[in-house]
C-alpha cells in the first residue's frame, strides 16, 4: 500500500468526510510520509484532530508540501478534494502573477504608467478629481492609490463596508474610482481589495480581445492543470480578480508550488518570469512589526519570525478574507494551504495563522527528536 494512503486511512477514519465519488488521484507530486522529509508525524496527527475537533474554528483543508512531496492532504466539515472553494483576497495575487506577462506582450508599458492612460470610460472620475490622474499601477499593486476605502475598518462581509456597497451598483471599477480622495497617490498605504477589479478593468481594455479570463487560463491556469475553476464577472462585465475566484484546496496548493519553484512548474516548464517573483514577494510598504507587501503578496518581518517561528528565515503568503491562506517557506522547502471560511476575523491574523504554526511546530519538533 502507497505510504501516503496510509496515513490518508487514518486521516479519513479521524472524521472529515470525502464523499460517494471520489475524483482521481493526482499525479503532480509523490507521496511521502512526514517522518521521510523531516515533519513529526504524530505533531500532525495532533493537528488532525484539532482540526477535526473544531479547535481552529471553520477550516475545511489543509494540505502540506515538503521537498516536492505530498505529505498531508484532509478535508473537513464535509468538504471534499474536489470541491470549489472560493479564494477569497487571494484571486488579486492570481492576476499580479500574470501581470509580468501582461507587461512583456506590450499591452502596458510599465507600472508607472498612470492608470487613466487605460480606462478612457472613466474620463468623467479623473476630470473631476485631476489629482486621480496621479495614480499609476504600481499604486494600486501596493494600496497605495489614495481612494477612501474603509476595508482596514470594515470587515468585507459586513453591508456597510465600501466592498460590499461596491457590490450594489451596476459598475464595479466606477464605484471604487469614484470615491474620494483621502491622500496624495503613493503617500499613504490603505488595505484595498477592490483594486484588483480595477487592474482586471484595465488589462481587459488593453488586451486585443478583451478576454482576460481566457489570457489568465492559457498563461497560467492551463499550464499548471487547473482546469475545474470558476470565476465571477461583475455585471459591468469586469473579471472579479479581488476574490472572485473559486478552485480547489489542491489547485490552490499548486500556485504555492509555481512560487516556492520560482516560476518554474513540475517539468521545469518557465511559466513565470523568476524576476518577477521575486519581485513580488519582496517587500515594498512596511506595514506594522509583523508583516509588509509586496505585490499582492504578504511577508512576515524578521521580528514576526524571531517571535513566532524561529526556526523559519523567511515566509510569504496569500491571505483570504476567510483564512484562505496560502504560505510558502522557502528555507523548508514546505507549502503550507489552508482552506477555511473563518469570516470576521482579521485577514492574516486569523485561525489559518495558527495552522500554519503547528504545522511548523512539526518541523521543529522533529528536528529536536
Not at 262 to 275: H, P, S, V, Y
Not at 358 to 369: V, Y
Amino acid at each position: 500500500m502507497n505510504k501516503f494512503y496510509f496515513l490518508g486511512v487514518f486521516l479519513t477514519l479521524s472524521g472529515c468526510y470525502l464523499g460517494d465519488d471520489l475524483p482521481k488521484d493526482q499525479n503532480i507530486w509523490t507521496y511521502s510520509q512526514p517522518s521521510e522529509v523531516g515533519l513529526d508525524t504524530e505533531a500532525l496527527y495532533a493537528l488532525d484532530d484539532a482540526l477535526v475537533a473544531g479547535d481552529h474554528d471553520l477550516v475545511t483543508g489543509l494540505i502540506i508540501l515538503k521537498n516536492d512531496q505530498l505529505v498531508f492532504e484532509n478535508y473537513y466539515n464535509f468538504s471534499a478534494r474536489n470541491q470549489l472553494k472560493p479564494i477569497g483576497k487571494s484571486a488579486y495575487s492570481i492576476i499580479v502573477l500574470i501581470l509580468d506577462q501582461i507587461l512583456k506582450d506590450g499591452y502596458i508599458q510599465s507600472l508607472d504608467d498612470p492608470i487613466d492612460r487605460y480606462l478612457p470610460e472613466y474620463e468623467a472620475v479623473f476630470s473631476d478629481s485631476p489629482k486621480k490622474r496621479e495614480i499609476t499601477l504600481k499604486h494600486l499593486l501596493t494600496h497605495k492609490s489614495g481612494i477612501s476605502w474603509n476595508e482596514p475598518h470594515v470587515n468585507v462581509q459586513r453591508g456597510d463596508s465600501d466592498f460590499q456597497k461596491m457590490r450594489n451598483t451596476s459598475d464595479w471599477p466606477g464605484y471604487i474610482l469614484g470615491k474620494s480622495l483621502e491622500a496624495d497617490p503613493g503617500l499613504r498605504f490603505v488595505t484595498n481589495t477592490g483594486m484588483g477589479l480595477v487592474l482586471a478593468r484595465i488589462i481587459q481594455n488593453v488586451l486585443p480581445t478583451g478576454e482576460l479570463e481566457e489570457y489568465i487560463n492559457t498563461r497560467l491556469l492551463g499550464p499548471l492543470g487547473i482546469t475545474n475553476h470558476q470565476w465571477e464577472t461583475s455585471p459591468d462585465g469586469t473579471l472579479n480578480c479581488a476574490n472572485g475566484l473559486k478552485m480547489t484546496t489542491l489547485d490552490f496548493a499548486k500556485i504555492g508550488y509555481l512560487i516556492l519553484q520560482e516560476g518554474r512548474w513540475i517539468n521545469k516548464q518557465r511559466l513565470i518570469d523568476r524576476d518577477w517573483i521575486l519581485e513580488v514577494t519582496s517587500t515594498k510598504v512596511q506595514t506594522s512589526l509583523d508583516y509588509s507587501v509586496g505585490y499582492g503578496w504578504w511577508i512576515f518581518t524578521e521580528e514576526f519570525l524571531s517571535r513566532y517561528l524561529s526556526q523559519v528565515r523567511n515566509t510569504y503568503f496569500l491571505s483570504g478574507e476567510g483564512g484562505q491562506n496560502l504560505y510558502i517557506i522557502p528555507d523548508q522547502q514546505m507549502v503550507v494551504c489552508v482552506m477555511a471560511e473563518n469570516y470576521y476575523y482579521g485577514s492574516i491574523f486569523n485561525p489559518s495563522l495558527m495552522v500554519l504554526l503547528k504545522s511548523l511546530e512539526a518541523a521543529q519538533h522533529s528536528s529536536i527528536n
